[in-house]
């Protein structure tokens, strides 16, 4: 299935890692040596879905990469189990790929995590951490008693049913429940076409890796720029999950936006100003300079 496109996200490009298969990646160079910005996309989206309203305000300022992460539209698939783990080393690979010695990570959601340990897992390819609508764990948010049982014993046998679905069954599925959430056709065409490529599987996985993640016993170890991106209307992960984090991490800035969950698309303007904020309080105090691998 092509690619639809729209206004404000670069079209992308298939991106190899060795090793590992390859991913979809939106890039926008930004001003002669900028510094790199990494964006880390949440559960159920793509690096176009969850970033495409900020992307150009950014790249005004930053270079900027997103990428699809696995088992997320045309990010990497693999039959192993999903881990967050892995995403961070796609992440890590990307970089060495495209040539960034050290970028700033950006995670939204699920990206949190994803951001989080790349740091933990490739410390010296991480520049400073943004981390918006996340937590530094996923247990015991209000009314996830029953979730915390229920999740890890029921997503491997929902993520084998789901890809013993046929796509085009899948596509039928997903194109009826479009249809009855986004009204315009352009718009509709575009998400369907971000996400026909979703491993579903890989997705419920990703349910049970983000439910299991905790980085508390480390998270007060980073020792590079953070800011956190507070959505104080957030009923997915609580404001208060997110200032805990924020106090994990020694000389982190806060930087509200009053949005819920999906702040990034539905009030993108309200974002975009807290995530640029965000980004010079982390760029303004790391070494961003944009040196290629292999350079003294």
Request: net charge positive.
């Amino acid at each position: 299935m092509n690619k639809a496109t729209r206004a404000g996200v670069p079209t992308g490009r298939s991106v190899s890692l060795p090793g590992r298969g390859s991913t979809w990646v939106c890039e926008a160079p930004g001003p002669p040596g900028a510094p790199a910005l990494l964006l880390l996309h949440g559960l159920g989206a793509t690096a176009a879905l969850n970033w495409h309203a900020v992307l150009d305000g950014l790249s005004r300022r930053y270079r900027v990469v997103a990428l699809d992460q696995r088992g997320h539209g045309r990010g990497v698939h693999s039959r192993r189990r999903f881990r967050l783990a892995d995403c961070a080393d796609d992440a890590a690979a990307l970089l060495d790929r495209l040539g960034i010695d050290r970028a700033v990570a950006v995670g939204y959601s699920m990206g949190g995590p994803i951001a989080q340990l790349l740091w933990y897992r490739h410390r010296s390819r991480v520049a400073g951490l943004v981390l918006c609508a996340t937590s530094r764990n996923f247990r015991g948010r209000p009314r996830s008693g029953l979730t915390d049982v229920v999740v890890p014993a029921v997503v491997p046998g929902l993520a084998l049913g789901a890809r013993l679905v046929p796509a085009p069954v899948r596509r039928r599925l997903m194109a009826g429940w479009l249809s009855r959430r986004i009204a315009n056709p352009e718009a509709r065409a575009w998400v369907s076409s971000e996400i026909a490529e979703h491993d579903p599987g890989a997705i419920l996985q990703a349910t049970r890796a983000i439910h299991e993640f905790s980085s508390r016993e480390w998270i007060s170890s980073v020792d590079v720029p953070a800011a956190v991106v507070v959505t104080e209307r957030d009923t997915l992960v609580s404001p208060e999950a997110q200032r805990k984090l924020a106090d994990s991490i020694p000389g982190t800035t806060v930087h509200s936006v009053d949005g819920d969950h999906a702040a990034c698309v539905y009030r993108p303007r309200e974002f975009l100003a807290a995530l640029l904020e965000a980004c010079e309080s982390v760029t303004s105090r790391a070494l961003v300079a944009p040196r290629r691998v292999g350079e003294p």
